[in-house]
DNA sequence: CTATAGACCTGACGGC
DNA sequence: TGCCGTCAGGTCTATA
C-alpha cells in the first residue's frame, strides 16, 4: 500500500520519464476515479499539456501542468503508476507521451483518485508536517502527542497531524520505539517520544533507500518490486517472532486496523 | 470537538 | 475443483 516511502519512489522513478514531456492523450476507463471535472473534460484540459514538475505532499503526487493547473492524484491502497507497462490489465487510465511513451495508472479495486485543482494547497493545507523536513523537530511531535487522549496509533494515522505515515510504517515506528499502539498519545514520557521521533525519521528513510514496500499491489513505475518489506521487524509479521526477543508478532485490531506488534517488547498500557 | 461506523472496490485466501 | 465468506486498509462522509 503506497505510504510515504512509496510515493516518494513513484516520485523519484517517474520524474525522468514524464518531466518537460507534453501530455499528448489521455483515455479514462473508470470514470469514478477522476473527481473533478468530470472524466470527459479532465481529459481535454489534460491533453496538450506540459509536466514542468512532479512534487510529492503526504501520500498525494502533483503533476505540475504548464497551464499553470495542477494534476493531482492518489494511489489509495492498490494504485501504481507504470511506464510502458507489458500489459493493461487493471489500467483505469493511461496517459500517452509525446516521446512515444505511455503512462499507466493501474488500480485493481480502484480506489485511486486524480483531479485537476488550481495549486496544491487545496489539499496541502488540510495535511500536517512532513516527517522527514527538517522543521519536524522532537517539539514537533512532542505538541502532537502532549495534548491528545487517543492511542497514539490513530494518531500516526491522522494525515491531518502528521503527513506520509499509513498502516505498515506506523507499526514499524512503534515497535521501533517500543511503544504499544494503543497507549494514549499524551502517556508518552519525554524519552518515550524522542525514541519514537528517531524510528520514524529512521523507518521512512530506509524505506525510501529500498525504493519502498512491495507487500501487496505496490509495484514501481518501472514494473520492479520495492524491498523495504525485508526489513520490516513486525509488519505482516504473522507467525514470525520478535527479532530482538524472539516473542510471536501478534495481531491486533486498533481503531479497525490490523496492528502487528511485539507484546514483550510493547507492553500494554 | 472526538469517536466510531460505513462506503468505496476486488483479489487473495481459508474452510469445507 | 469450486463456492462462499472474510479480510485488506486510505480517506471521505455520516452519525452518535
Known amino acids: 500500500m503506497p505510504e510515504l516511502p512509496e510515493v516518494e519512489t513513484i516520485k523519484n522513478e517517474l520524474l525522468p520519464h514524464v518531466l518537460g514531456r507534453k501530455i499528448t492523450g489521455v483515455a479514462v476507463f473508470w470514470d469514478k476515479m477522476v473527481k473533478q471535472p468530470t472524466a470527459a473534460e479532465f481529459c481535454e ?3 496538450g499539456q506540459k509536466i514542468t514538475n512532479l512534487t510529492r505532499r503526504g501520500k498525494y503526487l502533483f503533476f505540475h501542468l504548464s497551464s499553470g493547473e495542477m494534476l493531482v492524484m492518489h494511489m489509495k491502497m492498490t494504485g501504481s503508476l507504470l511506464i510502458n507497462p507489458p500489459d493493461a490489465k487493471f489500467a483505469r487510465a493511461i496517459f500517452q507521451l509525446d516521446n512515444g511513451a505511455v503512462m499507466h495508472f493501474r488500480d485493481p479495486r ?11 494547497s487545496a489539499v496541502a493545507d488540510k495535511l500536517g ?5 527538517n522543521d519536524f523537530t522532537v517539539e514537533t511531535l ?17 494525515q491531518a497531524i ?10 514499524e515506528s512503534l515497535y521501533e520505539a517500543k511503544i504499544h499502539p494503543v ?3 499524551c502517556s508518552l514520557s519525554e524519552v518515550e517520544i524522542k525514541r519514537l521521533y528517531t524510528a520514524i ?22 514494473g520492479d518490486i520495492g524491498t523495504a518489506h525485508a526489513e520490516f521487524r513486525v509488519a505482516h509479521g504473522t507467525g514470525k517472532n520478535c527479532p530482538r526477543c524472539g516473542t510471536l508478532i501478534k495481531r491486533i485490531v486498533v481503531r479497525g486496523r490490523g496492528t502487528y506488534l511485539c507484546p514483550k517488547c510493547q507492553p500494554e498500557p
Open 142 to 158: 512532542t505538541k502532537i502527542l502532549r495534548n491528545r487522549k487517543a492511542p497514539v496509533k490513530p494518531v500516526l494515522l491522522d
Open 129 to 133: 508536517p512532513e516527517p522527514l523536513d
Open 183 to 185: 497507549r494514549p498519545a
Open 162 to 171: 502528521i503527513a506520509g505515515i499509513g498502516n505498515m510504517y506506523a507499526d
Open 110 to 120: 480502484k480506489f485511486g483518485k486524480m483531479w485537476l485543482a488550481a495549486d496544491e
Open 45 to 47: 484540459r489534460v491533453t
Open 201 to 222: 525519521r529512521r523507518v521512512l528513510r530506509a524505506a525510501i533507500k529500498n525504493k519502498g514496500a512491495s507487500v501487496r499491489n505496490y509495484i514501481r513505475p518501472d
